[in-house]
């Protein structure tokens, strides 16, 4: 749980950012980036803290995470491209014309981390 509590307030911060900018849209264009990059903050302590983690673990299971990320940053990579390249293309994606915003982001890399931990585990076991 200490190692996820990062997370948890990335994605608090993330769901005050779209309700505040949502019900503001006539605040400038400065202020509202400000609050759209409020998540990054504590999405690097939460990076931190992953590193943290990592370090305190055996060969093993060092090894999972370190793939389980790798599958994750690569995925979400792909995943935040294909978006892209079909939302300029002009396919309607719900929303995502735009790639992939900060929250949708890290949701994306954590369920990839999720799938890659489970193939990662299953391969050494």
Same mark, same amino acid.
């Given at each position: 749980m200490r =190692?996820?509590?990062?997370l948890a307030v990335a994605t608090a911060v993330y769901l005050v950012e779209l309700f505040l900018t949502r019900r503001h849209p006539e605040w400038s264009v400065t202020v509202?980036?400000?609050? +759209? =990059? +409020?998540?990054?903050?504590?999405?690097?302590l939460y990076i931190r803290a992953c590193?943290?983690?990592?370090v305190g673990l055996d060969e =093993?299971?060092?090894? $999972?995470? $370190?793939e +389980?990320?790798?599958?994750?940053a690569i995925g979400t990579v792909f995943i935040g491209i294909t978006i892209s390249t079909l939302g300029a293309s002009g396919v309607h994606l719900g929303g995502l014309e735009h790639g992939l915003g900060t929250g949708s982001a890290f949701m994306v890399a954590f369920v990839l981390w999720l799938?890659?931990?489970a193939i +990662?585990?299953?391969?050494?076991k």
């Open positions: =190692l996820n509590r990062w509202r980036s400000m609050f +759209a =990059l +409020a998540p990054l903050v504590p999405g690097l590193m943290r983690f990592v =093993l299971q060092r090894r $999972i995470q $370190i +389980a990320w790798l599958f994750s799938v890659g931990s +990662a585990s299953c391969r050494f």
